[in-house]
C-alpha cells in the first residue's frame, strides 16, 4: 500500500511540474520573411540562441550577421500580406 501512495505521490508531483512550467512564446514574427538565429556562447559552453526576425531579405540579415556567430533563414511562419478587399480581376 506504501509502493501506491508513494507512485501516486511521485506522479502527481511530475504531473504538476510540467503543468506549471511557463510556456515560450512563439520566437518567430509572421510579418517578416526572414530571419537571423544569433548563437551565444556562455561561460564553460552555456548559452543558447535567440531569433530576431526583423529582416525584409536574405541580404539585409546577412549583413547583419556578418562577423557573428549567427545564420539567417526564410521565416517558416511569414505570412505574406493579402491583397486589398475589393480587387477583382476582369474577365474578357
Known sequence: MRILSWSALALGL???????????AQAYDPRYPVCMKIYEGGTYGG???RIDCSFTSLPQCRATA??????????????????????RRRHR
Open 14 to 24: 511530475a504531473v504538476g511540474a510540467t503543468i506549471s512550467a511557463p510556456a515560450h
Open 66 to 87: 556578418s562577423g557573428r556567430a549567427a545564420m539567417c533563414d526564410v521565416n517558416p511562419f511569414y505570412a505574406p500580406p493579402e491583397p486589398p478587399p475589393g480587387y
Open 47 to 49: 548559452g543558447g540562441e
